[in-house]
Nanobody
């Protein structure tokens, strides 16, 4: 069993930065790949970033590539999403998710989800 708890969301002006954290519990977490997704009001949940293997190569949706970075600290059982140069269109609830083995861009392929953290970017 894996449990995820996100934190770090908030209100920031356009051009600013935030770092989201996802605290992970579970004895075999090191074998899981993690991803970040977001959902804006009235829209479907969309892929943001994921590590394709545990701590391995990452993929990003085009709209955040070069601005966001996913990383993990196994010693702290935490996954991060560093978000720079934020834009109003980045406003959404952000979720971290985990699945055993290889990462994925598809939210339906993730088994474990956090409760989400709100990110609001003002113009």
């Amino acid at each position: 069993q894996v449990q995820l708890v996100e934190s770090g969301g908030g209100l920031v002006q356009a051009g600013g930065s935030l770092r989201l954290s996802c605290a992970v519990s579970g004895r075999t977490w090191s074998t899981y790949a993690t991803g970040w997704f977001r959902q804006a009001p009235g829209k479907e949940r969309e892929f943001v970033a994921a590590e394709m293997w545990t701590g391995g190569n990452a993929q990003y949706t085009d709209s955040v590539a070069g601005r966001f970075t996913i990383s993990r600290d196994n010693a702290k059982n935490t996954v991060y999403l560093q978000m720079n140069s934020l834009k109003p269109e980045d406003t959404a609830v952000y979720y971290c998710a985990a699945r055993w083995g290889r990462g994925s861009r598809q939210p339906g392929e993730y088994v474990y989800w956090g409760q989400g953290t709100q990110v609001t970017v003002s113009s």
